[in-house]
């Protein structure tokens, strides 16, 4: 037979939407600092970000992107 | 303004302390506290006794003085006539206040400030510790270990010590702390989360060093926070 455990809510629990530690008396009336919201979004990313800078460098060994190197350098040195 | 009261009671020192304890220190042990006494010391001296005794204010020291159950008690103990000194505290400083400030450094210095070094200056090199979610704690070197393991785990860690007591040897904290789980803990992935954790710890001193811990917090807690453990809901089991 299963049994069941109610476990007790802690007395904080962190924002979904930004990761703060929200104590439960003030669930109701938490705003998301806009900055807390950017650094909580990014480090969800941060493994995207990660690849990402991968994948760039990745793709600036290959033919096409040495071509776009060599031709970004020299539009800028036109300039 | 407390207040130091200095008896001293000229006879044979074994004698008078065999009278009051049969006679003032069982209504005395029962008044005192209503009327502030803080701590009662009696020495041997050359020729007697002297009893130092400390008050939280002058006032409550003649009120239990003046309080008839005591002045009985004295008449039945039969002393000589007592020299009486008062004296106005300045300064006071108990073992438990320092007991409470070391707890209050280790919060203050060694988790929220990270001065990890000072962890030598406030545990003995024989410390031994335990909590049940990390087990024993072996030597400064066996804490330091502990608060870089939460550190790593958590960014700006800060705790605050919201209440001590002290007793003998032994204090007692209760904190808070809080952190961003930036790093793994206990093999969970770091989720970016703020968390807020409470906890207790009771620690003994000796020769001004911590040498003995027992810590619990709130690991469930932390565990829902982190979204390991379900929060609130029923969980199956």
Known sequence: MEAM????????MP???????????????????????????????????AAFGDALHGWLETTRGR????????????? | MSVLSVMSIQGNPDELVARMKETVDPVAARKAPLYGAISSTVVRTGDGITIYNLWETEDGRHRMADDPEIQEALRKAKLPKPAFTGYEVLSRRTAGEYAKELSRRVAEEVWTAGKLDVIDELFAPSYRGWTPTDGEIVGPAGFRELVERYHSAFKDTKMTADRLVA??????MTWTARGTHTGELMGIAPTGRDVTVT????????????????????????????????AGAPAHA
């Open chain 2, 199 to 230: 906890g207790v710890q009771l620690s003994r001193i000796k020769d001004g060093k911590f040498v003995e811990g027992y810590g619990i917090f709130d690991a469930l807690g932390l565990l829902q926070q982190v979204g390991a453990v379900p």
């Open chain 1, 5 to 12: 455990l109610s476990l007790p809510l802690p007395g904080h």
């Open chain 2, 167 to 172: 007793e003998g040897d032994w204090v007692t």
């Open chain 1, 67 to 79: 071509f776009e190197v060599f031709y970004a350098e020299r539009t800028r040195t036109d300039r």
């Open chain 1, 15 to 49: 924002c979904e939407r930004c990761g703060a530690s929200v104590a439960a008396e003030d669930a109701g009336t938490h705003t998301c600092d806009e900055e807390r919201w950017l650094d909580f979004a990014v480090f969800q990313l941060r493994g995207e970000v």
